[in-house]
């Protein structure tokens, strides 16, 4: 019997179908396919259900993928594609997610790139490997503390500039020297800590580092703990007028 209708006119076929033409219309309040394996593996079924497309783990009881009436997709497990393969959104594709076996690309195309957090005092966090096989952070959008928290060194190159300020008002930047520049208002150079001071420290003419001379804020008076060297012709002055005045011309001195 290759061909069986019985009574409530279900019709079962012995071998395969074959469709000369391109269309195969099933109707119903309930239109479904059912995908039966005979080798005991899942079985499906393809489902229209009230306008909702559906493909039905009929072996799992769950539905693999639905798209409902508002063409939403739902998919019960991942979605892979193979390398190359994108994940493409906007109606240009302007937005694509891919990995081409070695990297993995974000690529946007029309307008900016916007990540964003809508959670309530919760962060964005960075994580890289921590050059020992497991992962760690390295810097943090801190939307609790509503700041941006930096868990490792930052390194900019030679001849990059970090500017600070709207108008990049201070500068500091390293080529073959280092430099701090200030281009508005008085730099001011703070020590809030009680007692404590500002050291400037250099090299000590054999490699190591030392104490030239500092504000020390627990005796409140400057320390010169190396010579202080004046050029010829260059005076010091002592007394809000300058009332005392010592200076060495190359030739002579004179108080």
């Known amino acids: 019997n290759n061909l069986i209708i019985d009574s409530s006119g279900n019709v079962t076929f012995a071998g395969d179908i074959t469709m000369n033409s391109s269309t195969l219309t099933i109707s119903g309040t309930y239109p479904r396919i059912n995908l039966t394996d005979t080798n005991n593996d899942d079985d499906f079924s393809i489902i229209n259900n009230d306008g909702s497309f559906a493909i039905f783990n009929v072996t799992d009881a769950l539905f693999s993928l639905l798209i409902d009436t508002s063409n939403n997709a739902t998919f019960a497990g991942n979605v892979s594609l193979p390398d190359s393969g994108r994940a493409r959104f906007g109606s240009s594709g302007d937005f694509a997610i891919y990995h081409n076996g070695t990297d993995t690309f974000l690529d946007n195309s029309t307008g900016d790139l916007k990540i964003r957090n809508f959670a309530d005092d919760k962060d964005i966090i960075f994580q890289s490997d921590d050059g020992s096989g497991s992962e760690t952070e390295y810097f943090r959008l801190d939307g609790g503390e509503t700041r941006t928290i930096f868990s490792k060194d930052i390194r900019l190159l030679d001849q990059v500039q970090l500017d600070i300020g709207s108008g990049d008002d201070l500068r500091l ?50 320390v010169a703990s190396k010579t202080i060297l004046y050029e010829d012709s260059v005076k010091a002055s002592f007394g809000n007028a300058e009332d005392l005045k010592i200076k060495h011309d190359g030739t002579n001195s004179s108080i």
């Open 173 to 222: 930047v390293h080529n073959s020297h280092g430099f701090i520049q200030n281009f508005t208002g008085d730099l001011q150079i703070q020590q809030q800590a009680d007692d404590k001071d500002i050291l400037f420290r250099g090299d000590d003419g054999s490699g190591g580092i030392t104490t030239y001379f500092r504000l020390d804020g627990g005796n409140t008076n400057m």
